[in-house]
Structures are given as C-alpha cells and as structure tokens.
C-alpha cells in the first residue's frame, strides 16, 4: 500500500470513528428501552399527580348557588327598582317521577350513564384544552359530571373547576347510587321560563305535575336542558322549532336504541307542544318588563340563563326613574283613564308600548310594555308583529339621500322635489302593479317632498320607493336598525313603501335615534352594566357604534320632519320654542297607530295596537275611548306629548345642529295647470328654473299635474309616459292605506 492509499485510509477510518462517537452519544439517551422508559416514568408522575389530586380534593358541601341569590336591578341613579330573588324550584324524589320520563334524560344527555364511571376522560380533556385556549364553553360531560357541577362547585369556566369537577365526580360515583345522581340531576337542572327542577318544568310549560307528565312531554323537558330559551317553543323562531324538534326525536330514537321503549310506541308518539308562558310571580308592573327585557340582553351577550338564574347578579340599566314614571303617567292620563271595557267592548283591545331612548348613549330611559307583566305577559314595547306603517316613510327619504338618487327623469330627489299626490296613481318603474290611496282617498296633484311628508301622501311614497330602488330602500333600513318581523316579513315590493313589514317601538326608536344621532347607529339597550361578585362581569356591547348612513342624509331627514311637527300630521305635539321633528302613522284597517319623534337629546316611539283581548288576534282600533279612526296624531301622539313635556322640566329648549349639506329648503308647492305632464317624468329643471317661493312656476318649467283629477271612486288613467301597467293593486284607503298580508300589495 502507497503512501496515498494509507493516508485515504487514515482519514475514512477517523470518520468512521466520528460518526460512531456522535451515534453513540444521540443512542446514549433516545434508544427503544430509554424511550420506553421515558413513557412509563411520565405516565407514573402523571398517576402519581392524579393520586395526589384525588386525595386532596374532598367532596364538598351543597353550593351557595344550588340554594339561588337575589338578583338586584338598578335604576340609572343606582337606586333598587327590583329584587328577584325567590327560585321556582321544588325538589321531588326519583320514584315519583315516571321511570320512562326519568329515561328521556338519560337519553337526551348520557346514554351509558348506568354503567360509566361517572366522568368521560375523552370530554373532560377535550374541555381543559378549550378551556386553556379561551374557546369557552364546551360539552361532552357525563350526567354525573353536570350534577357535580350544579350541586358542588360553581359555573365558572376554569381548569382549576373541570379538574375537581372529575375527582369529584369519580368519588360521587362511587359513593352514590345512580338513582339518587339522576335525582339530583333532575331536580337541579334550569328548564327555562325561571322553573329550576323538574316539577316547577312540568308547571312551566304542560301546568301538570311531574307524576302526569307523558312520555313526549318528559322528551321536551329533556331536550330543553340543552338550550332553555332557544328551545321554548312557544317563542322561538323557525329555526328554534326545527332544532328542538330534531332533538326530541334524537332523544326517543336514543330510548328505542336502549331498550327503554318499544318501536311501535315510539313511532305513536306525536310532539306535545308546551302551552304559552305565563307571568312569573313576583314580575308585575312595568318592573316586571323591564326585568325579562334586561334578561335577554344579558343571554345575547353571552350570560347563560342558569347563570342569571343562579342569582347574586346587580344589574344597573339605563332606566331613569324619572323619566319611567313619567311614561306611565303620560299613558295613563292621555288614554288608559279614558278607557272604559265595559261600557265599549274595543276598549279592552287597546294596548300601547313605548320606548324612550337617549341619542347620544342608546340607553333606554324609559319603556311601557303594556298593563303590567302579570296581566299581559307581551311586551308591547318589544313586540314586533304590528305594522309601523308611514312611521317607515323617512326611511325611504334617508335612502333617497344617502344614495344621491333621481326620479325617473333624472331630478334629484330632495324636500322640494315635486311628484304626483294624486290618490291611487299607478306606480311607474315597477314589475309589480301597485296604486295606493291616500287618506280618505285625497288627491294632492303636484306636491313636493316636504308637504307629502307633512301629510303622509302614499302615492309619492310608493313612486320614490321605486324611484330609489326597492332593495337599497330595505338596505337603508336595516342599516338604520329595522328587522322585520317572522309573520310580516320584508319583502321587496313596493307595498313596502307603506310600512307592511313588523317593527317593535323599541326598533323605531333605535332607528329614529340613529337619524338624531347624525347618522351613526344607535341600537337600544336596558342593561348599563351586569355584575356577579368582584371578578365577573357581563361583556355588553356598545349601543352607539358605527356609522349606518352618512351625516348628511339623517340630518336632512330630521329636517324634513320637523315640518311633519310644524305643519303636519304631528302638531299636536308642538311646543313652543322647542325644536321637535317626528312622523305618525296609521296602518290598514286601523289595527296599529304609532307617533316616533325626538328632539335634539331624546327619541321616543309610542305605538297603539288593536289585540283582541285574551287571543292575541289583531283588530281594528275604530272607536277606542268613544271617538272614530285612531290615527298617530291622536293617542299616540298625545302620549308622546305629554311624556316629552314633563321631560323638559322647565329647562331651556334645545335646537338640532343640523349640516344639511343637500339644501332641503322646500318651496311652496305650486299650482297645477292644463299640462298633462306628470310630475315626475317631465324634463328635470334646471337650478335657476326650480319653483321657489319668489318664482311663479310656468308650463314650460314646472312639472305640472294631469288636465282632470280622478274622482275618489275612479282610478287615474295612467299618464302617457308611464309604462302600461294592468290592474294595479288598491288597498283601503287610510293615512297609510297599507295592506295586511293577506291581501296582493304587490
């Protein structure tokens, strides 16, 4: 060998050397016994841990939750409007309630409870590392496990919690039979509408007790555990009903799987649906409203309602105590001590509801729900299956605005931009044939914006809808705030122009608050703040946020409504000195009257609603206290006015700071001559040759209204530029002349 093929050899050998040493040393520590070995000493430190864990933590005695605390609720000034504090519960024993129905928990929540440990290891890991990573509340605990947690230890989400909550649940297992667990269980478990148990459950929603409940009725029960509110299928939504539905089925296929109920039964059996809530003992009054309303916003921003129901919460609302009497007084002397159900029958139909809000803060200061919790459990001022009828109307003027639109000649639509009034005047630019009445079927000819906001002309507020486009109209509105209810809906068609879709007071007030507001979103809220304890408190969102339409809009808006005050359907709120816009309104067939207005630093919705008592139907409000047709201008705005009155207290009056950056001044409306011309399909006028109040109008300038009215009991022909449109759509003629949903509006 040369001395080239030792030196090659020398070299290979010492990498050999090298790379055995490093092999050796990563070997040293990671070979197969070594890793084996790891896993066996981690696994005994984690038995070692657990053992010291389980014989640490002892089994406590009942928690002071499991025996309820008062929750005090606080007016804005921090004193007591009410305490809740007595939990309907009764406590029964196991054998008294069916065993089938004790098995319809059993299915809805642990199948395998009979013969588990007592804790799913699986659920509980699943839990701590959600927990850990703050993704909130999970599921997947055993009957035990949930027992464990409402008798022993608190609600609270914590590692700290889940981790007793399985030692104790292990030890509870052992040491308990499973009967006495699923008694407690049961009897411990929030069913919704305030009922803790099973008895008061039974009470609640079938008012039987808990040894007459059937076998679909303990199915429900048990479904409701998961989801107390949302599952009340009495008031949920569509959606609601389908999911509590879908669980009740789950429950009894889970029941026929175990053996607990034959096929045959099973498929005989029909959902029970629960009867209709009934007032809580002790909500009376307006409180009593003011407290369920509160409750919702608390579940919406993420408090559970076992959690409120547990108690020990202070609730302080936006609720002036000033300003609520004065809503009471106001509905009182103005119409309810006019009422007299004996001697006329409609009387018992009227109901009124109310919300005062503040602009700036979104707070509701005051609220009528109707004559008290107790006597008539809705809301009046939260219930949204009445009409706001031509309370709906600015919003299509806000939209007007906000989207910079034309009629269909191309004219801006501004407060002095003329259209047609006349009554029953097809609506041109529509796939959809419709031609609604004014008032008392008045005809106005040419009218500008301003003056058919004033007195409430359908017919131009048909055409702008269509004018401006039905969908950025609906966009509009819920951007300022508006829903529409389930029933009512809100379709796109031009029946919407008359306000056909379902409003709450509290909704109009919200949406009304956002045009005070300058154009930035105001949504109404009850709660000011929500605390149990030093360390939680409820996350509310903030009632004033966002911009929904630009400054410009809302503000020209509310100046068109203070003319609705000044010279319109809203005088008799007017007071002198005071700066107030507003807008009535009066739905079809007089079943909803409503007047929403404000000044600079309060909104106030007041709606009047025909219910025929002790049926919930909608009936006509035609002769209430005595009198004829109810419009906005009357009860309604007679509330308003007295309520907005006493709020003034003497004080200076305030003025809208209003930048109308669009020029709203309105000209008088002009006189009609011969042309045949419609209004709001002849050539735009220019700046100079628009009708003011020092210009005489001329053929030449002036849009102008057809050579001959139509008499009230026959319908206009349609103009020679409008497009041919075949058996419009006449609904009665009123203030607003809307359609209940039973008819073709179009």
């Known amino acids: ?201 039974a009470r609640a929603y079938y008012n039987k007790d808990v040894d007459k409940l059937t076998v679909a009725q303990g199915a429900y029960l048990a479904a409701l555990l998961q989801a107390p509110s949302q599952y009340d299928y009495s008031t949920a939504g569509p959606n609601g009903k389908k999911l509590v539905v879908a669980r009740w089925n789950y429950i009894l296929n889970n029941m026929v799987e175990k053996d607990w109920l034959s096929k045959s039964e099973r498929d005989g059996l029909k959902f029970d649906k629960p009867i209709a809530p009934r007032p809580i003992p002790g909500l009376d009054g307006q409180a009593g409203y003011v407290i369920l309303a509160a409750k919702q916003e608390l579940y919406k921003a993420g408090v559970s309602e076992s959690e409120v129901e547990a108690g020990g919460w202070t ?75 031509s309370t709906f109307k600015p919003l299509i003027l806000a939209s007007a605005y906000e989207n910079g639109s034309t009629t269909q000649n191309g004219t801006p639509i501004t407060s002095k931009t003329l259209y047609d009034g006349t009554s029953r005047r097809p609506v041109k630019g529509s796939d959809t044939a419709f031609a609604p009445p004014n008032e008392d079927n008045k005809s106005y000819g040419p009218i500008n914006v301003q003056k058919a906001m004033n007195k409430s002309v359908n017919s131009v507020f048909a055409q702008m809808a269509v004018d401006v486009g039905l969908s950025k109209v609906k966009n509009t509105a819920m951007d300022l705030g508006m829903v529409g209810d389930v029933k009512n809906g809100f379709d796109v068609r031009p029946a919407m122009s008359l306000g056909v879709m379902g409003a709450s007071p509290k909704e109009m ?26 360390d939680q408190q409820a996350d509310l969102p903030d009632p004033t946020n966002g911009q929904a339409i630009s400054r410009g809009a809302a503000d020209s808006v509310t100046q068109v409504l203070t003319g609705v005050v000044d010279d319109g359907t809203g005088q008799a709120v007017r007071t002198k000195g005071q700066e107030m816009a507003g807008k009535t309104g ?101 700046e100079d040759e628009s009708p003011t109040p020092s210009k005489s109008p001329t053929p030449d300038d002036t849009p102008t209204a057809p050579t001959t009215p139509p008499t009230p009991s026959t319908p206009p022909s349609t103009p020679p530029s409008a497009p041919t449109i075949t058996t419009p759509v006449t609904p009665p003629g009123n203030e607003d002349g809307g359609g209940d949903q039973g008819q073709s509006l179009g």
Do not use: C
């Not at 007299?340 to 509801?353: F, S, T």
């Open 315 to 389: 609730v302080t609302l936006n609720i002036d105590k000033k300003k609520q009497k004065a809503l009471e007084k106001a509905v009182r002397t103005e119409l309810t001590d006019k009422l007299d159900p004996k001697k006329r029958k409609v009387d018992g139909n009227a109901q009124v509801g109310a919300v005062s809000v503040d602009p700036k803060t979104g707070g509701i200061v005051a609220m009528y729900g109707g004559a008290g919790a107790t006597e008539h459990y809705f809301n009046n001022a939260t219930r949204s299956d009445y009409q706001p009828a």
């Open 586 to 686: 009066t739905s079809d067939d007089n079943k909803s009257a409503w007047f929403t207005g404000y000044t600079p630093d309060l909104v106030t919705s007041v709606g009047m609603f025909g219910e025929l008592k002790g049926k919930g139907t909608q009936v006509s409000l035609k002769g209430t206290a005595g009198g004829g047709r109810v419009n906005g201008g009357d009860f309604p705005a007679r509330i308003w006015s007295a309520y907005m009155g006493s709020t003034l207290n003497g004080s200076s009056t305030t003025k809208f700071d209003l930048d109308t950056e669009l020029n709203n001044v309105a000209p008088t409306t002009p006189a009609a001559t011969e042309s045949e011309e419609d209004p709001t399909t002849s050539p735009p006028p220019t």
């Open 1 to 201: 060998m040369g001395r080239a093929d030792e030196r090659r050899a020398r070299q290979k050998g010492a990498r050999r050397a090298k790379k055995a040493a490093k092999q050796g040393g990563i070997r040293r520590f990671f070979t197969w016994k070594m890793v084996l070995g790891y896993f066996v000493g981690l696994g005994a430190l984690g038995v070692g841990a657990f053992a010291i864990l389980y014989f640490s933590v002892k089994v406590p005695p009942a928690n002071a939750e499991a025996q309820a605390e008062a929750n005090i609720y606080k007016y804005s000034d921090g004193s007591i409007m009410a305490k809740e504090g007595a939990v309907n519960r009764e406590s029964v024993p196991l054998s008294k309630i069916p065993k089938k129905v004790q098995h319809t928990f059993v299915a809805a929540e642990n199948k395998d409870f009979y013969t588990d440990s007592g804790v799913s290891f699986s659920g509980t890991a699943r839990g701590l590392i959600n927990t850990a990573l703050g993704r909130g509340k999970q599921g997947g605990s055993t009957i035990t496990q949930q027992f464990v947690k409402n008798y022993y230890l608190s609600q609270e989400q914590t590692v700290s919690r889940k981790l007793k909550e399985l030692v104790i649940s292990l030890k509870v297992d052992q040491d308990k039979s499973k009967d006495y667990i699923l008694q407690g269980y049961i009897n411990t478990s929030y069913y919704g509408r305030g009922a803790y148990g099973i008895q008061a459950a």
């Open 509 to 534: 007030a919200g949406v009304y608050a956002t045009l005070d507001n300058h154009g930035k979103k105001v949504t109404p809220a009850f709660v000011k703040s929500a605390q149990k304890g030093e």
